[in-house]
T-cell receptor
């Protein structure tokens, strides 16, 4: 069974500093996808970044980058230049079902990030 | 239109009530999902519809009844719920094609359900 681990239940970061949120995963599939989602207190799940298991380069989206280390089965999210609006819950997630017409995505337990002015 | 719209945003219902949650998308996505999320926990998959057919039911109690009447609409019918069913219910949709950048879900903003 697939599993996602996020070992940091809560983190604090100073505004304008960079922060790394850890994620490790476990799967026996050769082909899979990894995501990071942001969930503010309003409840909406916001897609941040995607990394495919065969992608050779680390994904980047603006201030977000994904540090993908396939051999270690880790997919850490790096947020550069933190902003107050980055305070939220962050979920690492993994997709299985590559050969299906749908994506079955499982989520890690989440990391609560607080940005300090 | 790149949205998934969920209604209502908030719902309070008694344990003997029947209510429905609605989810709508017009992005041409052919897979739609219901997730349940308790406070400070990750979302848990409940149901998956692919091309309007139920593909996954994660052993959800029968008091939750999903329905996908067409490719744009997903409903969750609720009946005889328990207080422990109080949660945020998230709907999502995804694109069926495997082109890069089209993976993953688009989520709605959720329905906060309270069962009293």
């Amino acid at each position: 069974a697939q599993k996602i681990t996020q070992t940091q239940p809560g983190m604090f970061v100073q505004e304008k500093e960079a922060v790394t949120l850890d994620c490790t995963y476990d799967t026996s599939d050769q082909s899979y996808g990894l995501f990071w989602y942001k969930q503010p207190s309003s409840g909406e799940m916001i897609f941040l970044i995607y990394q495919g298991s065969y992608d050779e380069q680390n994904a980047t989206e603006g201030r977000y980058s994904l540090n993908f280390q396939k051999a270690r089965k880790s997919a850490n999210l790096v947020i550069s230049a933190s902003q107050l609006g980055d305070s939220a819950m962050y979920f690492c997630a993994m997709r299985e079902g590559m050969k299906t017409s749908y994506d079955k995505v499982i989520f890690g337990p989440g990391t609560s990030l607080s940005v300090i002015p | 239109d790149t949205e998934v719209t969920q209604t209502p945003k908030h719902l309070v219902m008694g344990m003997t009530n029947k209510k429905s949650l609605k989810c709508e998308q017009h992005m041409g996505h052919r897979a739609m999902y219901w997730y349940k999320q308790k406070a400070k926990k990750p979302p848990e998959l409940m149901f998956v519809y692919s091309y309007e057919k139920l593909s996954i039911n994660e052993s959800v109690p029968s008091r939750f009844s999903p329905e996908c009447p067409n490719s744009s609409l997903l409903n969750l019918h609720l009946h005889a719920l328990q207080p422990e069913d109080s949660a945020l219910y998230l709907c999502a949709s995804s694109h069926p094609h495997r082109d890069r950048g089209l993976y993953g879900y688009t989520f709605g903003s959720g329905t906060r359900l309270t069962v009293v």
